[in-house]
């Protein structure tokens, strides 16, 4: 019996989880693990008693899409960034200031973008 290409299909579901904040490069990978899978998957359906792993594939087939969920998450907050980056300096300097573990000399680099932004 065959196997599937579970491994691969593993691999850039990981790499779209490891990349999910690259400006898309882990929605790329997400879509490509999925689009292997369902080949994978189709040439099971086609002739399932050449092959032994469907039940890894379908796992597989799932983490990438849970991948490409994570990298959409990461992509849309990195454009809501570019599109409003004021917003963005308000939600981290709110989340952050008055904390006791953030030195101040971060903090002050912070307000500095900020400024630079027109933010401030």
Same mark, same amino acid.
């Given at each position: %019996?065959?196997?599937?290409?579970?491994?691969? &299909?593993?691999?850039?579901?990981?790499?779209?989880?490891?990349?999910?904040?690259?400006?898309?490069?882990?929605?790329? =990978? /997400?879509?490509?693990?999925? &689009?292997?899978?369902?080949?994978?998957?189709?040439?099971?359906?086609?002739?399932?008693?050449?092959?032994? *792993?469907?039940? /890894? %594939?379908?796992?597989?087939?799932?983490? /990438?899409? &849970?991948?490409?969920?994570?990298?959409?998450?990461?992509?849309?907050?990195? &454009?809501?960034?570019?599109?409003?980056?004021? =917003?963005?300096?308000?939600?981290?300097?709110?989340?952050?200031?008055? *904390?006791?573990?953030?030195? =101040?000399?971060?903090?002050?680099?912070?307000?500095?973008?900020?400024?630079? =932004?027109?933010?401030?």
């Amino acid at each position: %019996m065959q196997k599937l290409n579970t491994t691969l &299909v593993i691999i850039l579901s990981i790499l779209g989880i490891l990349c999910c904040c690259v400006y898309g490069l882990g929605t790329v =990978a /997400a879509i490509i693990a999925i &689009v292997m899978a369902n080949k994978e998957l189709k040439k099971y359906n086609e002739n399932p008693e050449a092959y032994s *792993n469907y039940s /890894a %594939m379908k796992n597989a087939k799932t983490f /990438a899409i &849970v991948s490409l969920i994570i990298s959409l998450i990461g992509l849309a907050f990195i &454009v809501w960034t570019l599109i409003n980056p004021c =917003a963005f300096f308000d939600w981290y300097i709110g989340m952050f200031e008055g *904390n006791p573990n953030v030195p =101040a000399e971060s903090m002050e680099q912070i307000y500095e973008a900020a400024e630079r =932004a027109g933010c401030r």
